[in-house]
């Protein structure tokens, strides 16, 4: 199973009426591609991806592999168990600038994943705190991420867009890719946006 034929850019937009960290991911044409829902008051990350907001098919689903590890893993599985691959974050690169590999079905490394500057996330933490001034800096702290092939090409562009509460990222897709390949870093990818947003 892929995601295929999709129309870049895709918008992830966060539902802030709901305390779970729920997304609806829709195209350039405002067609939904997928529903994401992360289980709520699980030791382990959990995550469930729909076709749509209706959530009355699973698509995906995508599991941590650890509790609490530097370098946690999280496996992407279709709705028979099938391993599709996974994304991994690079633990000690990651304090400072987040970095993320993505690996393919048989553990072989397909995509990094890193963050464009890091300074926009250290100003983010430092305005975030000030009163008033820091529920602002959604609109101006707003960071951004490169996927990069084992062929050093740049596949995606995923960027933080301007919004008071952190709630939409934008995918744009650089240059063409196999579709199966196309569908593990997007899958990858929204995993990662849990995973930063839950970081701040």
Request: charged content about 30%.
């Amino acid at each position: 199973m892929i995601l295929n034929n999709l129309n870049y850019p895709l918008d992830f937009k966060f539902k802030i009426t709901t305390l779970a960290s729920d997304f609806n991911i829709t195209d350039k044409h405002g067609k939904s591609v997928a529903y994401v829902r992360q289980k709520m008051f699980k030791l382990k990350e959990d995550v469930i991806v729909f076709n749509d907001e209706s959530k009355t098919k699973e698509l995906f689903r995508i599991q941590a592999n650890q509790w609490i590890d530097f370098n946690a893993s999280y496996s992407i599985k279709d709705t028979i168990g099938k391993s599709f691959g996974r994304l991994a974050r690079k633990g000690v690169r990651s304090i400072w600038k987040s970095t993320y590999e993505v690996l393919d079905e048989n553990d072989k490394a397909k995509f990094t994943v890193a963050e464009d500057n890091a300074w926009v996330k250290f100003f983010d933490g430092m305005v975030g705190e000030i009163p008033v001034i820091g529920m602002f800096t959604g609109y101006f702290l707003n960071p951004s991420y490169t996927v990069k092939g084992i062929d050093g090409k740049e596949y995606f562009k995923l960027k933080k867009m301007p919004s008071m509460f952190g709630r939409r990222f934008q995918l744009d897709r650089l240059i063409d890719i196999d579709d199966e390949d196309e569908s593990l870093v997007v899958l990858s990818l929204l995993m990662m946006v849990l995973l930063e947003r839950a970081r701040g």
